[in-house]
């Protein structure tokens, strides 16, 4: 059973909007569609065919209905189905209304290939928090489970992957564990943090995965294969299409302090101005870590 994990592809409402890569300012970045389709367009390419395309949040930058109708009409011609959660810059009644159709879904549960996929929503904050009712729904659908092996999608990590500034901050952590002591997880998959990481959250192996459009290194996406036994995971990405270089960086803070502060009142937008900082500091990051990253993780 074979899954590609595609996140933070933050469409636009109109494709030709551009405004999110004027306000970096001269940074040269990639179109979120443009990247979107080469991406899917590698997934439908691969030797080894993709089964299901699990997409973890974040799929529309401000969470307009067009964009997540282009998503819908981008997946369907895939010929693959689709399982997709809303992140925290998604509006998931709009998502809800817009997205699913033909071979796109809503994730909630499902079982395939010997695991029990569970689907969490984690919010509109920035840090994300599944909540007393949606860990009593998950614990349902996982009390009737067929399999054992229990997988968790959703958009936020549970365990801080950035930086200084989430040092304070618990993140969904005590929500996941609550649900792992009653239902033992083997694994969870997020994006948010827009580069690949493998780390784990006690005893759960995390698996989080580069933005489809950018992200320190370059825009990317994860594939995991399932057997009865375990996973694997690879991340596939585009490092030459990072253009997190270092003459650039200034500007990059610039712009994202001034976005920040233009869209204070947005409940999308609930940023510190000092997050502009430490999210730029946090790519850079991750481009230094997707270099030295191992090719494959393997839970068996
Ligand atoms: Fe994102
Ligand atoms: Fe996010």
């Not at 005893?203 to 290194?217: C, K, N, Q, R």
């Not at 694997?232 to 490092?239: D, E, G, I, K």
């Not at 999308?268 to 430490?278: D, G, H, P, W």
Request: with cysteine; charged share 20%; proline share 7%.
């Amino acid at each position: 059973m074979r899954v590609a994990q595609i996140t933070d592809t933050h469409l636009k409402g109109d494709p030709d909007d551009l405004a999110v890569i004027e306000w970096l300012g001269g940074i040269t970045l990639h179109d979120p569609t443009e990247s979107l389709e080469l991406i899917l367009t590698d997934i439908v390419a691969l030797d080894t065919p993709v089964d299901l395309i699990i997409g973890t949040g974040d799929l529309a930058d401000r969470g307009h209905p067009l964009a997540y109708r282009r998503l819908n009409a981008m997946l369907n011609a895939t010929g693959i189905p689709a399982m997709v959660v809303p992140g925290n810059h998604d509006l998931p009644d709009v998502l809800d209304a817009n997205l699913p159709g033909g071979s796109v879904e809503l994730g909630t549960f499902c079982e395939v290939a010997g695991w029990s996929f569970v689907f969490a929503r984690s919010g509109n904050t920035e840090w994300g928090e599944l909540g007393p009712a949606q860990l009593s729904t998950l614990a349902t659908r996982l009390a009737t489970r067929r399999h054992d092996n229990i997988f968790l999608w959703l958009h936020h990590p549970p365990v801080n992957l950035m930086g200084p500034l989430g040092a304070n901050v618990s993140f969904l952590g005590d929500d996941v564990t609550a649900l792992h002591r009653r239902h033992p997880i083997a694994g969870i998959a997020a994006g948010h943090v827009h580069g690949p990481h493998d780390v784990h959250h006690g005893d759960i192996p995390v698996h989080a995965t580069p933005s489809t459009f950018m992200g320190g290194g370059g825009p990317g996406y994860r594939i995991f294969d399932f057997d009865e036994h375990g996973f694997t995971t690879t991340v596939r990405s585009w490092p030459e299409r990072s253009t997190m270089t270092d003459d650039k960086r200034d500007t990059l803070v610039t712009n994202m302090r001034k976005r920040h502060a233009e869209h204070a009142g947005d409940p999308i937008e609930r940023n510190l101005e000092e997050r502009a900082v430490a999210e730029v500091r946090g790519w850079y990051e991750q481009a230094e870590a997707a270099r030295g990253r191992p090719a494959e993780y393997r839970s068996r």
